[in-house]
Every structure is written in C-alpha cells, then in structure tokens.
C-alpha cells in the first residue's frame, strides 16, 4: 500500500490516497468524457479528502462528482446510497508519476 497526496489545481481541496493502484480506469459516459478523469476505485475509506469541495448530483441522481470551487478541478466521485461502499478517485490530481505509466481500462459507462 501506497499513500499519495494529491489535490486540485489551486489546493483548495487536498487529498491523500492509502491504497494500492495498479490500474486506472477511463470511461465513456457523458460527464467522464467531458471531465476526462482517469479514476481508481476503492473503498471510502482509502480516501482522504481536506477542503471544499462541491458536488455535482448527475441526472439518475446515483452519484456525486465532486471539484474545487475555486479552480474547477474534478477530484473524485462519492455514491449518493452510503451503502455503496465504493468512491472513484481522478488520479490526474496526484503527480504524474503515480499513474501515467499505469495500464489504462476502458470502461464502457455510456451503455450502462
Ligand atoms: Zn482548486
């Protein structure tokens, strides 16, 4: 396990990432393709997030994309049911070398 600090563009909002990512995931839906995210998926506990961010609620009401208020930045995802434990983490908000040379997986959201 790894832990990675990260955060948006003007550090508004801060992150710290305690897991291991071996891969990151792009998808094809509608608001990823606009944000262009490379995501990690991992429980909410892994993530750490510091600051103010501001959520987003997409059109099937499922899930909160989050960003800094100030700079734009798109730093995470966070299931509206906290039942769901899973968060999706935009791994461009850590250092390049955390991620870039990382196997890329396409994820198909747009069919979902
Ligand atoms: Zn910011």
């Known amino acids: 396990m790894t832990e ?3 955060g948006c563009h003007c550090g ?3 992150l710290v990432l305690r897991d291991s990512v071996s ?3 792009e998808c094809n839906c509608s608001l990823c393709r606009r944000v262009g995210g490379l995501w990690h998926y991992c429980g909410p506990e892994k993530l750490q997030e510091s600051g103010s ?3 987003y609620r997409q059109g099937d009401c499922s899930l909160d994309t989050w960003h ?3 700079c734009g930045c798109v730093t995470h995802w966070t299931a509206v049911d906290p039942g769901y ?3 999706g ?3 461009r908000m850590f250092e390049p070398e955390a991620w870039q040379c990382l196997p890329r997986k396409f994820v198909d959201g747009a069919s979902f």
């Open 89 to 91: 983490v935009n791994m």
């Open 53 to 55: 961010a501001v959520a």
């Open 85 to 87: 434990d899973r968060v």
């Open 68 to 70: 800094c208020e100030v």
């Open 23 to 25: 891969e990151v995931s």
């Open 12 to 14: 508004k909002v801060r």
């Open 4 to 6: 990675l600090h990260g």
